[in-house]
């Protein structure tokens, strides 16, 4: 008898580092049926990214896709100079051409143990809301961070347009998701919320400079895991993988992170974390 299918998860693969590339190629399914879920930040060039999800579509049988904050990079040695809204644009063709599901596709329903359920990946950014204790301004909030030495490469490596700001960018990716979730989910399905970033504040609570919060969500998705049915909520860049509840609901980051994180641990490197059936089984 075959092995049961899966919908497992990875992120942060950060592949212009030969050690996590050697890792990606050597991720396989333990069935020809399993699905993938990657979190965003595979890597900053646009070559890097064509390579490592063509390496995956080949291998899954589906693939599911996010970006996350380095997909949106203009590095200066990218060929692709696109910025903002249009280099999204390009990676969202990208993956099209590859078969790779992504947030502006229809969502898939996942049949499999576990299912059915309806994954919905997501691209919702970050406003800097989760701001740190007495700061009620994006601006007092930044101000702390800097003081504290903490400033996140995005603030200089994306370009938002044609919105004027990271944050009105999150708003508007916060208005067409939030309408298309509505409409679009089927009623009475559970689903599996797959964004880069954290949907809710609470898995930023343990991270070493909490100014970095900053860079990591936005509070307008807070109740979107209950609203939305959420077996699941996937996310990465934290690079901090492990499970923790958020009202009763499943949060999974499945980070693999930089080597200088992952060598010292005592896990396995490029785990693929179990999504379904295992949230299913842990309700």
Not at 147 to 160: N, R
Not at 188 to 215: D, K, M, Q, Y
Request: glycine share 6%; aromatic share 8%; net charge negative.
């Amino acid at each position: 008898m075959g092995k049961a299918r899966r919908l497992v998860a990875i992120s942060d693969l950060h592949v212009r580092y030969d050690d996590n590339r050697r890792i990606v190629e050597g991720l396989r399914p333990a069935s020809d049926d399993d699905w993938l879920v990657v979190a965003g930040d595979v890597g900053e060039l646009t070559t890097d990214i064509e390579w490592a999800l063509t390496l995956l579509a080949e291998r899954f049988a589906k693939v599911i896709w996010v970006p996350g904050n380095h997909e949106l990079w203009t590095p200066p040695d990218d060929p692709v100079r696109l910025t903002g809204e249009a280099r999204y644009a390009y990676l969202v063709e990208l993956c099209r051409r590859l078969g790779v599901v992504t947030p502006e596709d229809p969502y898939p329903v996942w049949e499999g143990e576990g299912g059915p359920a309806v994954i919905a990946p997501l691209f919702l950014l970050y406003d800097y809301s989760f701001r740190p204790a007495g700061t009620r301004t994006k601006a007092e909030a930044l101000a702390v961070a800097e003081a504290a030495g903490v400033v996140c490469t995005d603030e200089f490596m994306i370009h938002p347009d044609p919105h004027p700001s990271l944050d009105a960018w999150c708003r508007a990716r916060l208005a067409a998701t939030e309408a298309r979730l509505t409409a679009e989910l089927p009623e009475g399905l559970p689903s599996v919320l797959v964004n880069h970033w954290p949907i809710v504040r609470e898995p930023t609570r343990i991270l070493r400079f909490p100014e970095f919060a900053l860079w990591c969500g936005t509070e307008a998705s807070a109740d979107w895991p209950r609203r939305f049915r959420a077996a699941s909520v996937v996310y990465g860049h934290l690079h901090i993988p492990r499970e923790i509840r958020v009202d009763g609901i499943l949060h999974q980051e499945v980070s693999l992170g930089y080597p200088r994180e992952w060598q010292p641990r005592s896990t396995e490197p490029g785990r693929l974390v179990p999504i379904l059936p295992a949230a299913v089984a842990g309700r």
